[in-house]
C-alpha cells in the first residue's frame, strides 16, 4: 500500500524558513517523479513544485521560484521542500502526491496523496 | 485569478447526472491531458479521473470525463450523496511549465 507522510509543518514569522519532509512507502520511490500541493484555509488547490524520478527535471509554480527548492533522497524514499523568505500567502496545508510518471513535463498524474502537513506564517 | 476556469458549484437530487467543465487554453487542456481529483470533505484529494477520461481502479463507472479543444468535463450520472465533495480539474501547462488546477466545484446532493 502507497504511504506518503508529511512532516515538518509550523507556525513561522514571515521572512523565516522551513523544511517539510515527505516519507514515502509501498512503491519503488526512485522510480516516479513527486509534487507537492498546496491548499490555503478554505480555498483550492495550488501545484507548488514537481521534480523528476532522478531529481534531473524540476519545477516550480511562479510565487514560489527562488524561495523554495524541491530535492529528493532516493536511498532514504524521501521528498524534501526548503522553504525560505516565507510569506503570511504561503500559509497552506502542503501535500505530498506521488506521480504516477517519471517526469513531471506534458501531465502529471498525481495518484496518491499523503493527508498533509501545516504551514501557518504570521507575525 | 485561475488559468483553468470551473463554475463554482453544482448541485442534483440524488439518480440525476451533473456535469462540471473545465475551460482552459491551447497552452493546458488544448495540448495536454485533463485530470480531475475529488476532494471529500476533510480528507486529501483524490485522482477521479486521469487522461480526459480514463478511470482509476476503484472509481465507480458513473465518473466520465470527457474533453474537446481548450474544454473537458466530468460527468457524475445517478449523483449519490457519498458524490458531496469538491471537485478540480488540473492539466500542465506548457506556457507556465507547471501543473494547474481550476479553483474547484462544489457539488451538492439536494
Known amino acids: 500500500e502507497v504511504q506518503l507522510v508529511e512532516s515538518g509543518g509550523n507556525l513561522v514569522q514571515p521572512g523565516r524558513s522551513l523544511r517539510l519532509s515527505c516519507a514515502a512507502s509501498g512503491f519503488t520511490f526512485g522510480d516516479y517523479a513527486m509534487h507537492w500541493v498546496r491548499q490555503a484555509p478554505g480555498k483550492g488547490l495550488e501545484w507548488v513544485s514537481g521534480i523528476n524520478l532522478n531529481g534531473g527535471g524540476i519545477g516550480y509554480v511562479d510565487s514560489v521560484k527562488g524561495r523554495f527548492t524541491i530535492s529528493r533522497d532516493n536511498a532514504r524514499n524521501s521528498l524534501y521542500l526548503r522553504m525560505n523568505s516565507l510569506k503570511e500567502e504561503d500559509t497552506a496545508l502542503y501535500y505530498c502526491?506521488?506521480?504516477?510518471?517519471?517526469?513531471?513535463?506534458?501531465?502529471?498524474?498525481?495518484?496518491?496523496w499523503g493527508q498533509g502537513t501545516l504551514v501557518t506564517v504570521t507575525s | 485569478q485561475f488559468v483553468l476556469t470551473q463554475p463554482p458549484s453544482a448541485s442534483g437530487t440524488p439518480g440525476q447526472k451533473v456535469t462540471i467543465s473545465c475551460s482552459g487554453r491551447?497552452?493546458?487542456?488544448?495540448?495536454?491531458?485533463v485530470n480531475w481529483y475529488q476532494q471529500l470533505p476533510g480528507t486529501a484529494p483524490k485522482l477521479l479521473i486521469y487522461?480526459?477520461?480514463q478511470r482509476p481502479s476503484g472509481v465507480p463507472d458513473r465518473f466520465s470525463g470527457s474533453k474537446s479543444g481548450t474544454s473537458a468535463s466530468l460527468a457524475i450520472s445517478g449523483l449519490q450523496s457519498e458524490d458531496e465533495a469538491d471537485y478540480y480539474c488540473?492539466?500542465?501547462?506548457?506556457?507556465?511549465?507547471?501543473?494547474?488546477f481550476g479553483p474547484g466545484t462544489r457539488v451538492s446532493v439536494l
Open positions: 487522461s480526459n477520461n
Open positions: 491551447r497552452s493546458n487542456i488544448g495540448l495536454n491531458p
Open positions: 502526491a506521488k506521480d504516477s510518471g517519471d517526469i513531471i513535463v506534458g501531465g502529471s498524474i498525481l495518484d496518491h
Open positions: 488540473a492539466a500542465w501547462d506548457d506556457s507556465l511549465n507547471g501543473d494547474v
